[in-house]
């Protein structure tokens, strides 16, 4: 049986969207696949997913530390400068 990614709790339509055209048509692919995978499999295609708003504290810190890290490998090419240039003028401190 396949179940909508928008069944998911907290995942609604334009989610669901992003990750058919990712090639996740279920909830069950989406949960076999981990946030991990998941998340790449949205950033392959184009999609820049918000941060998940479903899980909390050391959870939540511990996978933001992961998705980062996925998405500065191949996604934010030149992010180093952008960071830089944001620290000179006051707007973030590098390394945030």
Known sequence: ?????SSIRNLGPAFEQACARAGIASAETLRALGADAAY????????HPHFIGYCKGAEKLALRVRFD?????KYDKGRDSLDAALDKIGVIKSGA
């Open 40 to 47: 790449a499999k949205l950033l392959e295609t184009g999609t």
């Open 69 to 73: 890290t996925l998405k500065a490998r």
């Open 1 to 5: 049986m396949s179940t909508p990614v």
